[in-house]
């Protein structure tokens, strides 16, 4: 039977809208009138094809996809739904050949590259999978399933560094609706796109402006009105959220802070120590130092996290408060002083040695950490991610200013992450006897 195309095309397209609507009977019922009158009509059969599909009619999707495309065989877009569907029905191989036709008539689509990657990958193609994912990611940046597949086909490689990037770029190519503003900007700024990030923040600090996170990753990332130091609040809100995440996270990323710092305690101190563990978080240094220590206090900003250090049992003393305050406060007290990943918040070092100095008993020591400053001749700067990394000439010079001797730098590695080692100075000091 005949009929006429404009006739056709204007019943197929108010059944492509009931079904936009999510009205499938209405759908189905203008499809089977349409291809009752025109079964040759190969814009109905894809679409018959699709409800099909939908009504878990796998075999006859297949069938009525497959006579569209012999009716209309130029249809990249319908070769790629075809590959689809067999790859749904349990036949990569024969995804796999679809998919390719389907580039040869327009190689320049992303989603059909990302799809016939994961036919590769299923087929343990394991090379070719990569590619696949590669030009998709390349194609269209936006393609949030593709950076997801390329991730964790990445991940599979042991290529974690690069992985962690494509995770990254999968969240920001993923609509910004819903999402935390903050969160968004912490992920465009590791992507270094500092000035999306900031927008981010401001855009939140707009209905939030006490937010003492957005602040301080606000100034982070445009590098101007950058503190010396970050703020209590930040440093506080930030660890009340992390305190029961924080020592499984650590582990994670093979944080390393704690053991080093205790490994150069082992060494450079004896028994008997009276202790001050800033910064103590959960506990993870004073778990590792209380053996060497007749007295350990732990100071720390967030309840939560003395909360923590609490139930290990292993400090004398524990105590929420400002650490320059509590150093200046106790004048000649200790014979040791740690600091472990605590000086990422601290800008300029000169009010922390010289309260450290003053707090340390005649011959007691110092051992800290500081993330690296690859320019050793540079004094220190904030990154995006908020926290600060220090030169390892500015660390030697202000401790010997301040009257420490016995300095000792050691390159180290703190943790991993995004897939990269961290690196870090540790650094022990004496307080001249």
């Not at 108010?14 to 079964?39: F, G, H, K, W, Y």
């Not at 042991?158 to 999402?179: K, M, N, W």
């Not at 305050?325 to 007290?333: E, N, V």
Request: aromatic fraction near 6%.
């Amino acid at each position: 039977m005949q009929i006429d195309q404009q006739q056709a095309e204007a019943e197929l397209a108010q059944a492509r809208s009931a079904l936009e609507r999510n009205d499938v009977p209405q759908a189905e019922a203008l499809c089977t009138q349409l291809l009752a009158r025109a079964p040759e009509f190969a814009p109905a059969l894809h679409l018959g094809s699709l409800l099909l599909f939908r009504q878990g009619e796998m075999l006859g999707a297949i069938e009525r996809m497959m006579h569209a495309i012999e009716l209309d065989p130029a249809r990249a877009d319908w070769l790629n739904d075809l590959g689809n569907l067999l790859a749904a029905h349990g036949q990569p191989e024969q995804a796999v050949r679809f998919f390719q036709h389907a580039l040869l008539l327009n190689p320049e689509n992303a989603q059909v590259w990302n799809n016939l990657g994961a036919m590769r990958e299923k087929l343990g193609e394991t090379e070719l999978a990569g590619e696949a994912f590669e030009h998709a990611v390349a194609l269209d940046e936006t393609l949030v399933d593709a950076w997801a597949n390329y991730a964790n086909w990445l991940t599979g490689q042991g290529r974690e560094q690069d992985a962690a990037e494509c995770v990254l770029r999968a969240f920001v190519a993923a609509p910004a609706d819903g999402q935390p503003l903050v969160m968004r900007g912490m992920a465009l700024a590791r992507l270094g796109r500092q000035a999306d990030a900031a927008e981010c923040y401001r855009q939140h600090l707009a209905a939030n402006p006490e937010d003492p996170t957005a602040l301080h990753l606000y100034h982070a990332c445009l590098r101007d009105q950058v503190p010396t130091r970050a703020s209590n609040a930040y440093i506080e809100a930030k660890y009340d959220d992390y305190a029961e995440t924080f020592d499984s996270h650590q582990a994670e990323l093979g944080y390393r802070g704690h053991h080093i710092v205790a490994g150069a305690v082992a060494v450079a101190c004896g028994q008997g120590l009276r202790a001050l563990d800033l910064g103590c978080g959960t506990g993870l240094v004073g778990n590792l130092i209380a053996g060497q220590c007749v007295s350990l206090t732990g100071i720390d900003l967030s309840d939560k996290m003395l909360a923590h250090a609490q139930a290990t049992g292993r400090y004398h003393q524990l105590q929420r408060a400002e650490i320059i305050d509590w150093l200046s406060a106790h004048p000649a007290q200790y014979d040791l002083i740690t600091a472990a990943d605590l000086l990422i918040y601290f800008g300029d070092l000169t009010p922390f040695l010289q309260q450290t100095y003053s707090a340390l008993r005649p011959g007691g020591r110092l051992v800290m950490t500081l993330e690296a400053l690859a320019d050793s001749a540079q004094e220190y700067e904030i990154q995006p991610t908020g926290r600060f990394r220090h030169g390892e000439h500015y660390a030697d010079t202000l401790l010997s200013r301040q009257g420490f001797d016995q300095i000792d730098i050691i390159p180290e590695t703190l943790r991993v992450e995004g897939g990269a080692p961290v690196a870090c100075w540790l650094v022990t000091a004496r307080r001249p006897a």
